[in-house]
């Protein structure tokens, strides 16, 4: 994919099944066997990835040459690669908005595009890390104990700094304190023993996502002020949206892609952000149903 990137792929379920591909979250997760949960794999061709820098993709939270535009670019080449004609696409949380980038820069290319937890990478959705907007007080003063006042101009790069450099005297409680205000979007508190039995566990996966995670934030997420939005006219894939009700930022950014993609069949659910959740899994394994049927049957 790049002379710096080696993107680590596979496919799984029915080689004789229409083409899904699943996006995982981010910036910085990365795809799992659990994500399969959210469709049948018996009569879906399978295609997964670990995005730049992200899972298994080396170099591990490697930030060179890594953006938006290269994620796109590398899910078409890899369309390309696997001699796939069309897919359609799933996109939970991050991966909505990849997907949805995607389908507007390659629309022949997408079949149809189901996404959940929906994040957009407007001027407004980035105020949460760059200004603490929608946070609780306290989740921001905690956060941004760290910082100089200075610094406060740009949150997002300070904290990249301390993230990136593991000689930071501040390296670790960077790492700390971005994963408790990333859970605080959600309306999870982490307590601290929790977060050590994480890095305890996994520190090298924790660190490589975080630096994905705090470069995609530091450069806005490599979007302009209107997210994602300003390019969605051009999707000519139906695109149908599962969101969680609990999930407000989510909802929010669901009920502005409605406003510029009036054409979406957006249902909302009793649930948080997390697709996998039982009350999201059901409704999008329902949708990818529907999808699939229509395909059939050439609707």
């Known amino acids: 994919m790049s002379s710096r990137h080696s993107l680590r792929w596979w496919t799984s379920g029915n080689p004789d099944g229409p083409?899904?591909?699943?996006?995982?979250?981010g910036p910085g997760g990365r795809?799992?066997?659990?994500?399969?949960?959210?469709?049948?794999?018996?009569?879906?061709?399978?295609?997964?990835?670990?995005q730049r820098g992200c899972g298994e993709s080396e170099p591990r939270g490697g930030c060179h040459d890594n953006?938006?535009?290269?994620?796109?670019?590398?899910?078409?080449?890899?369309?390309?690669?696997l001699r796939v004609p069309s897919w359609a696409v799933l996109g939970p949380?991050?991966?909505?908005?990849?997907?949805?980038?995607?389908?507007?820069?390659?629309?022949?290319?997408?079949?149809?595009?189901?996404?959940?937890g929906l994040f957009m990478g407007t001027r407004a959705e980035k105020a949460f890390i760059r200004e603490g907007a929608g946070a609780r007080p306290p989740a921001w003063s905690q956060f941004t104990a760290l910082l100089d006042p200075s610094e406060m101009r740009d949150v997002p790069s300070a904290y990249r700094e301390r993230i990136h450099d593991a000689t930071h005297?501040?390296?670790?409680?960077?790492?700390?304190?971005?994963?408790?205000?990333d859970a605080a979007r959600s309306g999870i508190t982490l307590r601290p023993?929790?977060?050590?039995?994480?890095?305890?566990?996994?520190?090298?996966?924790?660190?490589?996502?975080?630096?994905?995670?705090?470069?995609?934030?530091?450069?806005?997420?490599f979007l302009p002020d209107e997210g994602i939005l300003?390019?969605?006219?051009?999707?000519?894939?139906?695109?149908?949206?599962?969101?969680?009700?609990r999930d407000t930022f989510?909802?929010?950014?669901?009920?502005a892609l409605a406003e510029v993609l009036p054409g979406i069949d957006l249902k909302v659910v009793n649930a948080g952000h997390s697709a996998l959740e039982e009350g999201i899994r059901g409704e999008i394994r329902k949708a990818l149903e529907g999808v699939r049927d229509r395909a059939a049957t050439g609707a």
């Open 19 to 25: 083409h899904l591909l699943i996006l995982h979250g």
């Open 31 to 50: 795809s799992s066997v659990r994500h399969r949960a959210l469709t049948d794999p018996a009569r879906w061709h399978i295609t997964q990835f670990d």
């Open 67 to 81: 953006g938006m535009d290269q994620t796109v670019l590398d899910i078409e080449r890899l369309r390309e690669h």
């Open 93 to 116: 949380s991050w991966g909505s908005t990849v997907a949805l980038a995607y389908a507007a820069r390659f629309p022949d290319a997408v079949d149809a595009l189901v996404l959940t």
């Open 169 to 181: 005297p501040q390296h670790d409680p960077a790492l700390r304190g971005w994963m408790a205000y």
């Open 193 to 221: 023993e929790r977060v050590n039995t994480w890095l305890d566990r996994d520190r090298d996966g924790i660190v490589g996502s975080l630096k994905i995670e705090s470069h995609y934030a530091a450069h806005g997420y």
């Open 230 to 245: 300003g390019e969605v006219n051009r999707v000519k894939a139906p695109v149908l949206v599962i969101q969680g009700r």
């Open 250 to 255: 989510g909802l929010n950014a669901a009920h």
